[in-house]
């Protein structure tokens, strides 16, 4: 059987290793019927003189798609493209910073909505920089869209949304291919996706949704871990502290919940870890303190327990954010979305 030519773009001065690139190549010219599932294609010698390659560049191109079963190898008669379920499914590399409850909503939302039409790879870096860009360098050229969740820390726990070394190597990534999610930063250039959140200004309108009921209080404390594994965005704190100014709120920020908290009548806290909101309503409930009349309670990210517990609660949509990424996808049109973020009032203020 003579081989069928494949279509081979090798582009020079793409940062994208050049095995990478023939297996896109191949991949593409499959997913597009240019190839046929059971035809064989050049060997890699043929190839390689073809493409005025390597031979070791081939070879590892072609042990990339084997591993993969999107070609096999029939001793003595050459290579052959295999059915794959890969091929006609479109390939994500999913890149979250934390394996926490609320991101993992995100990407169950995002893993539904994109059905049988997609083949997710879930990767998590534990917002670390090296992490990060070791996984992208690893896996660039191989995806038809990579969703990244850019949060990082600093080696003094802080927050740190971006570095030149990170935005260097999301740089690299083709951007019709590239979705930033939840963090508005690090500012890509070129017409990527985006579904963000913005920190600063979703914490400041969603409390002036609740300032009427934040009036009764006489103290708002905000309960931000300043050292923390996964630390928060300090935008979080600049939009409390432009709250609290405006409304002209006496206000204390706290690292945590401590045991034996001085508990004062007309105070209100948002509280951002899980932990620290069961510590709070323990010690709430010890003092037969009463929740939205003595002591005030908002948290900071919704879950089903919250809302069964009656816990008043500012949040962002995680189903919508995994389900406006997916359709950004499976419709092929990237753009920007503002994820919504809202205040919902319950019994605990």
């Given at each position: 059987m003579?081989s069928?030519p ?11 290793p050049?095995?990478?690139?023939i297996?896109?190549?191949?991949i593409?010219?499959?997913a ?6 059971g ?9 390689s003189e073809?493409c005025y ?5 081939v ?7 084997k ?10 008669k050459?290579y052959?493209t295999a059915?794959t379920?890969?091929?006609?499914k479109?390939?994500v ?11 993992m909503?995100?990407?169950?939302s ?8 997609g ?14 860009i ?9 995806y038809?869209y990579y969703?990244?969740?850019?949060h990082f820390?600093d ?11 990170v935005?260097?190597i ?5 951007k019709?291919r590239?979705i930033?999610m939840?963090n508005?930063?690090p500012?890509?250039?070129g017409?990527?996706g ?12 969603a ?7 934040l ?5 708002l404390?905000?309960v931000?871990p ?7 965005p ?7 502290v432009?709250?609290?100014d ?11 919940i ?9 105070d ?7 932990m620290?909101?069961?510590?709070l309503?323990?010690?709430v409930n010890?003092?037969?303190?009463k929740?939205g009349?003595?002591i005030?309670i908002i ?7 919250k ?11 995680f189903?919508a954010m995994g ?12 753009e920007t979305i503002k994820n919504?973020?809202?205040?919902i009032?319950?019994n605990?203020?």
């Amino acid at each position: 059987m003579i081989s069928t030519p494949v279509h081979i773009h090798i582009d020079e001065f793409s940062r994208i290793p050049k095995y990478k690139q023939i297996v896109n190549s191949i991949i593409d010219d499959i997913a597009k019927s240019k190839l046929e599932i059971g035809q064989k294609i050049p060997s890699i010698n043929e190839l390689s003189e073809t493409c005025y390659l390597s031979r070791d560049t081939v070879e590892k191109a072609y042990r990339e798609l084997k591993k993969r079963k999107i070609i096999i190898s029939v001793k003595g008669k050459g290579y052959y493209t295999a059915k794959t379920d890969l091929i006609s499914k479109l390939n994500v590399f999913f890149l979250i910073n934390k394996p926490s409850s609320y991101k993992m909503r995100i990407y169950n939302s995002f893993v539904n909505c994109m059905g049988v039409d997609g083949h997710v790879t879930l990767s998590i870096y534990h917002c670390d920089e090296s992490l990060f860009i070791k996984a992208i360098e690893k896996n660039i050229g191989a995806y038809d869209y990579y969703v990244l969740m850019p949060h990082f820390k600093d080696d003094n726990l802080n927050h740190v949304s971006s570095t030149e070394a990170v935005t260097n190597i999301i740089e690299q990534i083709p951007k019709d291919r590239l979705i930033l999610m939840d963090n508005n930063k690090p500012e890509i250039k070129g017409n990527h996706g985006a579904i963000i959140q913005d920190f600063k200004n979703d914490i400041y309108f969603a409390l002036k949704s609740g300032a009427d009921k934040l009036s009764q209080y006489e103290k708002l404390i905000l309960v931000y871990p300043n050292k923390t594994v996964f630390p928060y965005p300090r935008r979080i704190l600049h939009g409390f502290v432009q709250f609290c100014d405006e409304q002209n709120l006496k206000f204390e920020v706290l690292d945590e919940i401590y045991e034996g908290m001085e508990l004062h009548s007309k105070d209100a806290y948002i509280v951002i870890e899980e932990m620290d909101l069961v510590s709070l309503v323990h010690q709430v409930n010890a003092k037969n303190l009463k929740l939205g009349k003595d002591i005030g309670i908002i948290s900071y990210n919704d879950t089903p327990l919250k809302e069964l517990l009656g816990i008043t609660v500012i949040s962002t949509d995680f189903n919508a954010m995994g389900e406006l990424t997916a359709h950004m996808i499976l419709n092929n049109k990237l753009e920007t979305i503002k994820n919504n973020f809202h205040y919902i009032e319950r019994n605990s203020v």
